[in-house]
């Protein structure tokens, strides 16, 4: 199974940014994905999951009502829609993938794979 995010870049704040991670290897359908984010010096956050179905999805406080996750399973793509973006949401983000379909845990070491990462850089 291999991920690949995509989509990062340079914002102003208050700007929009859509987030794509592609799964290769075994149909979307099969896993629960969630996207998490680093930023830099800091340990990797919890942002957005959603389970196998895309229809329970869970978000942080911290980017709820601006951010949201949603999935394409015929085209095997997980998304992140985030707008009103903010200063603080600058960090490497990454996708993943859990062999539990219905989990939404907040939880790194739930998953057991992961993409390599796209950087969002929100400028002031």
């Known amino acids: 199974v291999q991920l690949q995010a995509f989509g990062g870049g340079l914002v102003q704040v208050g700007g929009s940014l859509r987030l794509s991670c592609a799964i290769s290897g075994r149909p979307l359908s099969s896993y629960a994905m969630p996207w998490f984010r680093q930023p830099l010096g800091r340990e990797r956050e919890f942002v957005a999951a959603n389970v196998w179905s895309g229809t329970m999805t869970s978000t942080a406080d911290s980017v709820k009502g601006r951010f949201s996750i949603s999935r394409d399973n015929a085209k095997n793509t997980v998304y992140l829609q985030m707008s009103g973006l903010k200063p603080e949401d600058t960090a490497a983000y990454y996708c993943?993938?859990?062999?539990?379909?219905?989990?939404?845990?907040?939880?790194?070491?739930?998953?057991?794979?992961w993409g390599q990462g796209t950087l969002v850089t929100v400028s002031s």
């Open positions: 993943a993938a859990s062999n539990h379909p219905h989990s939404r845990s907040s939880t790194p070491s739930d998953y057991d794979y």
